[in-house]
């Protein structure tokens, strides 16, 4: 299956670079090209890509507000280079999917488009230590009585989440089909009200550290 991409970032010789990248592949086409926020939240309700490589600082709507116009809607990948906390935690709040660094080789970029596009979640290693030990701060809205309406095989789900398996992982581990899993992993977010599948990885770091 081909894995319809949305470049947005408003320096042209960067989404050229990007697509030259990506369009190197035979599993990956490039649909459309944004050059600031609202265009990219308008390409992406009228085309319906599978994922969006979102930059962050942009004019007329920053990546941080477009990403959170389309969550639910498509899977958005963060690719910025700055990696300030403020970006980080406002790009996972708002339900991206992952965060990239710039200076991610192409190789790696690619194959963080097709995570994102399997439905799983993806940080820039550089960023992963400090986002895990300090999100549980940033976040105050979780509330433990939303986990305890998870049923026991959500749990299990969500403790291979944090784990940092794939849905395939997951899906050998505990002994069910992968579509089984992918219901499994949609239904605990809505339950805890996480937009990501990233934010469910942290939630799970943080019930395991409170054991």
Same mark, same amino acid.
């Given at each position: #299956?081909t894995?319809? /991409?949305l470049?947005?970032d408003?320096h042209?010789?960067?989404r050229?670079?990007?697509?030259l990248?990506?369009?190197g592949h035979e599993?990956v086409?490039v *649909?459309?090209?944004?050059?600031?926020?609202e265009?990219a939240?308008? #390409?992406a309700?009228?085309?319906?890509?599978d &994922?969006v490589?979102m $930059?962050i600082? #942009?004019?007329? !709507?920053?990546?941080?507000s477009?990403?959170? +116009?389309?969550s639910g809607?498509?899977d &958005? !990948?963060i690719l910025?280079t700055f $990696?300030l906390? +403020?970006? *980080?935690?406002?790009?996972?709040?708002a339900g991206?999917?992952?965060f990239?660094? %710039?200076n991610?080789?192409a190789?790696?970029?690619v194959d963080? /488009?097709?995570v994102v596009?399997?439905? +799983?979640?993806l940080i820039?290693?550089?960023v992963t230590?400090?986002?895990?030990?300090?999100?549980?701060?940033?976040?105050? +809205? =979780?509330?433990s009585?939303e /986990?305890?309406?998870l049923t026991?095989?959500e749990? @299990? &789900?969500?403790?291979c989440?944090? =784990?940092g !398996?794939s849905n395939?992982e997951?899906?050998?581990e505990l002994d #069910?089909? @992968?579509a089984?899993?992918?219901?499994?992993?949609s239904?605990? !977010?809505? %339950?805890?009200?996480l937009?990501s =599948?990233?934010?469910?990885a942290?939630l799970?770091?943080?019930?395991s550290?409170e054991r």
């Amino acid at each position: #299956m081909t894995i319809r /991409v949305l470049v947005a970032d408003d320096h042209a010789a960067v989404r050229a670079g990007i697509v030259l990248i990506l369009d190197g592949h035979e599993d990956v086409e490039v *649909v459309g090209q944004a050059a600031n926020g609202e265009q990219a939240v308008a #390409m992406a309700l009228d085309l319906r890509p599978d &994922v969006v490589l979102m $930059d962050i600082r #942009m004019p007329k !709507l920053d990546g941080i507000s477009a990403t959170r +116009e389309l969550s639910g809607i498509t899977d &958005v !990948l963060i690719l910025t280079t700055f $990696d300030l906390d +403020e970006y *980080v935690f406002g790009a996972l709040r708002a339900g991206a999917a992952g965060f990239l660094l %710039k200076n991610t080789d192409a190789d790696a970029l690619v194959d963080a /488009v097709r995570v994102v596009a399997r439905g +799983e979640g993806l940080i820039a290693p550089a960023v992963t230590r400090r986002l895990i030990s300090a999100f549980g701060a940033s976040v105050p +809205e =979780r509330r433990s009585y939303e /986990v305890g309406g998870l049923t026991p095989r959500e749990r @299990e &789900v969500l403790t291979c989440i944090g =784990r940092g !398996l794939s849905n395939a992982e997951i899906s050998a581990e505990l002994d #069910m089909a @992968e579509a089984t899993t992918k219901t499994h992993v949609s239904r605990l !977010l809505n %339950k805890l009200g996480l937009r990501s =599948r990233v934010q469910a990885a942290i939630l799970a770091q943080e019930l395991s550290a409170e054991r």
